[in-house]
């Protein structure tokens, strides 16, 4: 057999397919050498082959750049992946065809023994049943004595396959002398087989001059062998230089690859170290930034610590010291916001009220403080007709929590949130003409409310303040809901 290789195109690693040897039998397969080029990154080669007349897959791995394979006569494809050391593919080449033709060697099962030459000189008919051939076998007379060869004029019935499988039944030769002949037969893998004397009867006689040119045929034949035998062993050599060439710049480019990877390396190296550097200095100079950090804190605690103790000196120095407590008192006018029912049954929208408020500020910044307030809001709603006078008062207790920002010298803005009770209680009295119900109703009843509060805040001097705002209140009442707002001014002492 031999190996044709028909490429589709060219491949990633440069691969090549080898005969190894032609077979010194006529066996259906061989050995077969595919080899590739190295890729520099990689660690092993998977190479998958696929019978394109089955459809048949196989797989082959090695570390090599080269495998070995004893594959029968068919049409296949393969292509070569590369692996590198973390087992991830590093390259494929794209597929290559190629066949694989059967070679033989040539059976001679019958041939005419006897054979009579025309009277004009003509060609010769062989009968002959010859199997394992192909059409490119060569189909020779040989005679030992005058060193002649003859080769077959025509060839009857040859099929068109490449393999060496085929069969004729029928030679001719052209100007057969008379004499003892063999047919030799050759087929394109090297293989011959040679027959039985073949007796060519006839009148026609070799003269001298006959003689040698038969002889000058099979010297000029020898001669064609020999010549093509120095083509061929001239061309290996300069395939040979040629693949030591591409040999020498492949490793040229490989060094200057691994060169490159390493310079990449170094590179790398470098800039790693670099980055651990500046990652290390970013982390003496955070460690440096904490513990500045921890002492400016240290130091402010120990100012702080320093201050209080100097205040405190001064304060047993001095005697009392002004401390933030307040209290408030003062008027202001409630207006109903919403609960038609409630406003239809009493005649004034407003009502005046009376403002008291405690409030504490125990938490200071340099800017603002936070504390507490406990406020009580009173107000009355009255309804008279020709029946009876009525009298709705309103109590809210409520506590808040208190926001005081400065503004400005001695003048602050406040915000207060919180909750608290509203105490209604209801008062009717009846005319005498109403003489149906002269006894009065007293009810009290009591409901949750949420408070808000926006209002400004001075303190011109240490022990007077005053402040003017607006509070508002929203009573959850179960069956209706009224919500007050009281704008109010008030004036205080602090302690």
Same mark, same amino acid.
């Given at each position: 057999m031999?190996?044709k290789?028909h490429p589709?195109?060219?491949l990633?690693f440069?691969?090549?397919l080898?005969?190894?040897a032609?077979?010194?039998?006529?066996?259906?397969s061989?050995p077969?050498?595919i080899?590739?080029k190295?890729?520099?990154?990689a660690?092993?080669?998977?190479?998958?082959?696929?019978n394109?007349?089955?459809g048949?897959?196989?797989?082959?791995?090695?570390e090599?750049?080269?495998?070995?394979?004893s594959?029968?006569?068919?049409r296949?494809r393969y292509?070569v992946?590369?692996?590198d050391?973390?087992?991830?593919?590093?390259?494929?080449s794209s597929w290559?065809n190629?066949e694989?033709?059967?070679?033989?060697?040539?059976?001679i099962?019958?041939?005419?023994r006897?054979?009579?030459?025309?009277?004009?000189g003509?060609s010769?008919g062989?009968s002959v049943?010859i199997?394992d051939?192909?059409?490119n076998s060569?189909?020779?007379?040989?005679?030992e004595?005058?060193n002649?060869?003859?080769?077959?004029?025509?060839k009857?019935?040859?099929g068109?396959?490449s393999?060496e499988?085929?069969s004729?039944s029928?030679l001719?030769?052209?100007?057969?002398p008379p004499?003892?002949?063999?047919l030799?037969?050759?087929n394109?893998s090297?293989l011959?087989?040679l027959s039985?004397?073949?007796?060519v009867d006839?009148?026609?006689m070799f003269?001298?001059?006959?003689?040698?040119?038969?002889?000058?045929?099979?010297v000029?034949?020898?001669?064609?062998?020999?010549?093509e035998?120095l083509?061929k062993e001239?061309?290996?050599?300069?395939?040979?230089?040629i693949?030591? !060439?591409?040999?020498?710049h492949?490793?040229?480019?490989?060094?200057? %690859?691994a060169? +490159? /990877? @390493?310079?990449e390396k #170094? $590179?790398e190296?470098?800039?790693?170290? !670099?980055e651990?550097?500046?990652?290390?200095e970013?982390?003496?100079a %955070?460690?440096? +930034? /904490? @513990?500045?950090?921890? #002492? $400016?804190k240290e130091?402010?605690k120990?100012a702080?610590?320093?201050?209080k103790?100097?205040?405190?000196l001064e304060?047993?120095?001095?005697?009392y010291?002004?401390?933030?407590?307040?209290i408030e008192g003062?008027?202001?006018?409630?207006?109903r916001l919403?609960?038609?029912?409630f406003k239809?049954?009493?005649?004034e929208p407003?009502?005046?009220a009376?403002?008291?408020?405690?409030?504490?500020?125990p938490?200071?910044?340099?800017?603002?403080?936070f504390g507490m307030?406990?406020?009580?809001f009173g107000?009355k709603f009255?309804h008279?007709?020709?029946?009876?006078?009525?009298?709705?008062i309103s109590?809210v207790?409520?506590?808040k929590?208190?926001?005081q920002?400065?503004?400005?010298?001695a003048?602050?803005?406040q915000?207060?949130g919180?909750a608290g009770?509203?105490?209604l209680?209801?008062s009717?009295?009846y005319s005498?003409?109403?003489?149906?119900?002269t006894?009065?109703?007293?009810t009290?009843?009591?409901y949750?409310?949420?408070a808000g509060?926006?209002s400004?805040?001075c303190n011109p001097l240490?022990?007077?303040?005053?402040?003017?705002?607006?509070?508002?209140s929203?009573?959850?009442?179960?069956?209706f809901?009224?919500?007050?707002l009281t704008?109010?001014?008030?004036a205080?002492?602090r302690?």
């Open positions: 031999e190996i290789i589709l195109s060219r990633v440069g691969i090549i080898l005969v190894l032609f077979p010194l039998f006529a066996d259906d061989f077969q050498k080899e590739w190295s890729n520099a990154n660690l092993e080669y998977k190479v998958e082959l696929q394109l007349s089955t048949k897959t196989q797989s082959i791995t090695t090599k750049t080269s495998t070995e394979l594959l029968p006569p068919a296949y292509r992946h590369a692996y050391f973390l087992g991830k593919e590093a390259g494929v290559t190629f694989v033709f059967k070679a033989s060697k040539p059976k099962n019958k041939i005419e006897k054979l009579q030459v025309p009277k004009d003509g010769i062989i049943d199997a051939v192909n059409k060569k189909f020779e007379l040989v005679n004595s005058l002649g060869i003859i080769s077959a004029s025509d009857m019935n040859m068109q396959s393999s499988t085929d004729i029928h001719d030769f052209k100007n057969v004499g003892n002949w063999r030799r037969v050759t394109p090297g011959s087989s039985d004397i073949i007796v006839g009148e026609k003269t001298d001059v006959e003689v040698a040119l038969i002889r000058d045929e099979a000029n034949e020898a001669v064609k062998e020999t010549e035998k083509r001239m061309n290996e050599k300069l395939s040979s230089e693949e030591k !060439a591409i040999a020498e492949d490793l040229k480019k490989e060094r200057a %690859e060169d +490159r /990877i @390493e310079a #170094r $590179a190296e470098e800039r790693l170290e !670099a651990r550097k500046a990652e290390e970013a982390r003496l %955070e460690i440096a +930034r /904490i @513990e500045e950090e921890k #002492r $400016a130091e402010a120990r702080k610590k320093e201050e103790l100097r205040r405190k304060r047993k120095k001095l005697g010291q002004w401390k933030d407590f307040i003062g008027a202001g006018v409630t207006n919403y609960d038609d029912s239809e049954a009493y005649d407003l009502a005046t009376l403002n008291i408020r405690a409030m504490y500020l938490k200071k910044t340099s800017s603002a403080k307030e406990v406020c009580y107000q009255t008279e007709t020709n029946f009876l006078n009525a009298e709705l109590n207790f409520d506590a929590i208190v926001w920002q400065n503004l400005m010298p003048i602050y803005m915000l207060k919180g009770i509203n105490m209680k209801k009717i009295s005498s003409s109403y003489t149906a119900r006894a009065s109703e007293d009290t009843y009591f949750p409310l949420v509060n926006l400004i805040f240490k022990f007077l303040v005053f402040e003017a705002g607006a509070d508002f929203h009573v959850f009442g179960g069956s809901t009224l919500g007050m704008p109010y001014a008030c205080g002492i302690f």
